[in-house]
């Protein structure tokens, strides 16, 4: 194998807080190594457009407490083509980037292993997804500040639940896995967590009407995963509408406010390590895995069990919020 002297790093997909963290410790770990490093902007489209510019340590002061990524991020189709990720890598060429460490999530992770695959590059990648939805890891970089943002935001929304003693559906993200809404029902008090993972076991609207809400209660609420399988907090308010009419139910979608804030200590702590890690990764000519954390280690997992493997939900989560929302 070639020596590594210039590392490009790039995010893609949805930004999570902390993302910012992660480019620095990834860039000044590289300098710290005596490697060049070369930030490429706007994802993989930027690699297409030759989007590409050299960063020096003072490129990555003042970033860690920010929310967003100064890389930016875009979606590119062309890049899902062979052409599109041959003019990708004629760019890294001519910049005399020898890796590649990519930010993002599952979507990132890969096209991060065909881009590696087809031109033998080394590429590292890093779990920044608020989702936690990445196999082999135990966190994800942005996780935690969507968890306690959506903590906040049903704290206040409890106090307007309770006020009109009204059955809320708060949607939070979460397209194919509960963790957000599990956790930010246990962490916030919340009655019930309507997620995708369980949806096809059981009829979870019916469980909670029948089991979980209590007209001894002042309130009730619910946080829902957007995912399709559960219906979405739209669907299932409109269930409760026509099944349950003696209910008065009412729906808030968090949205985009999930992604964003100012990391917490916990998000910006993760990244500096995964970034630093990433590092060290390349310098032990390690390719085509993702860097993770597994019981407060740093691990290394093959781009292919990141991507292929299911997350699975910790049962006995379910279970304590089931015996705490009595």
Same mark, same amino acid.
């Given at each position: 194998?070639?020596? +590594?002297?210039?590392?490009?790093?790039? *995010?893609?997909? #949805?930004?999570?807080?902390?993302?910012?963290?992660?480019?620095?410790?990834?860039?000044?770990?590289?300098?710290?190594?005596?490697?060049?490093?070369?930030?490429?902007?706007?994802?993989? @489209? #930027?690699?297409?457009?030759?989007?590409?510019?050299?960063?020096?340590?003072?490129? $990555?002061?003042?970033?860690?407490?920010?929310?967003? *990524? +100064?890389?930016k991020t875009a979606r590119?189709?062309?890049?899902?083509?062979?052409?599109?990720?041959?003019?990708?890598?004629?760019? &890294?060429?001519?910049?005399?980037?020898?890796?590649?460490?990519?930010?993002?999530?599952?979507?990132?992770?890969?096209?991060? @292993? +065909?881009?590696?695959?087809?031109?033998?590059?080394?590429?590292?990648? &890093?779990p920044g997804t608020i989702?936690?939805?990445?196999?082999?890891?135990?966190?994800?970089?942005?996780?935690?500040?969507?968890?306690?943002?959506?903590?906040?935001?049903?704290d206040k929304i409890r106090?307007?639940? *309770?006020?009109?003693?009204?059955?809320?559906?708060?949607?939070?993200?979460?397209?194919?896995?509960?963790? &957000?809404?599990?956790?930010?029902?246990?962490?916030?008090?919340?009655?019930?967590?309507?997620?995708?993972?369980?949806?096809?076991?059981?009829?979870?609207?019916?469980?909670?009407?029948?089991?979980?809400?209590?007209?001894?209660?002042?309130?009730?609420?619910?946080?829902?995963?957007?995912?399709?399988?559960?219906? !979405?907090?739209?669907?299932?308010?409109?269930?409760?509408?026509?099944?349950?009419?003696?209910?008065?139910?009412?729906?808030?979608?968090?949205?985009?406010?999930?992604? !964003?804030?100012?990391?917490?200590?916990?998000?910006?702590?993760?990244?500096?390590?995964?970034?630093?890690?990433?590092?060290?990764?390349?310098?032990?000519?390690?390719?085509?895995?993702?860097? !993770?954390?597994?019981?407060?280690?740093? $691990?290394?997992?093959?781009?292919?069990?990141?991507?292929?493997?299911?997350?699975?939900?910790?049962?006995? &989560?379910?279970? *304590?919020?089931?015996?705490?929302?009595?």
């Amino acid at each position: 194998m070639s020596e +590594i002297k210039c590392v490009g790093i790039l *995010t893609s997909g #949805g930004d999570a807080p902390g993302m910012n963290a992660a480019i620095r410790a990834v860039t000044r770990s590289a300098i710290y190594s005596g490697l060049k490093v070369m930030g490429i902007y706007r994802g993989y @489209r #930027g690699l297409i457009t030759d989007e590409i510019v050299e960063f020096k340590t003072q490129n $990555v002061s003042n970033i860690i407490q920010q929310g967003g *990524t +100064i890389l930016k991020t875009a979606r590119c189709k062309e890049f899902e083509t062979k052409e599109g990720r041959q003019l990708a890598y004629d760019n &890294l060429k001519r910049h005399n980037i020898d890796a590649l460490v990519v930010i993002g999530g599952d979507g990132s992770l890969t096209g991060a @292993r +065909i881009f590696a695959n087809e031109f033998d590059l080394p590429i590292v990648g &890093l779990p920044g997804t608020i989702d936690n939805d990445l196999y082999g890891t135990d966190r994800t970089i942005g996780y935690d500040t969507a968890l306690n943002t959506i903590m906040d935001c049903v704290d206040k929304i409890r106090d307007t639940a *309770t006020s009109h003693e009204r059955l809320f559906f708060i949607e939070v993200m979460g397209r194919d896995a509960g963790f &957000l809404a599990l956790n930010g029902a246990i962490a916030s008090g919340a009655e019930a967590a309507i997620i995708p993972e369980i949806s096809t076991k059981v009829d979870q609207l019916a469980e909670l009407i029948q089991n979980g809400f209590r007209k001894s209660k002042n309130s009730s609420i619910v946080l829902v995963a957007e995912s399709p399988i559960t219906g !979405g907090a739209m669907g299932l308010a409109e269930r409760v509408k026509n099944e349950y009419p003696s209910y008065d139910v009412r729906v808030s979608i968090l949205g985009h406010l999930q992604r !964003g804030g100012s990391p917490t200590a916990a998000d910006r702590i993760l990244a500096s390590r995964l970034g630093a890690a990433a590092i060290d990764a390349i310098n032990d000519d390690q390719r085509n895995v993702m860097i !993770g954390i597994r019981n407060d280690e740093i $691990v290394y997992v093959p781009f292919v069990k990141a991507i292929k493997n299911d997350k699975r939900i910790n049962p006995e &989560l379910i279970e *304590t919020l089931r015996r705490l929302s009595i």
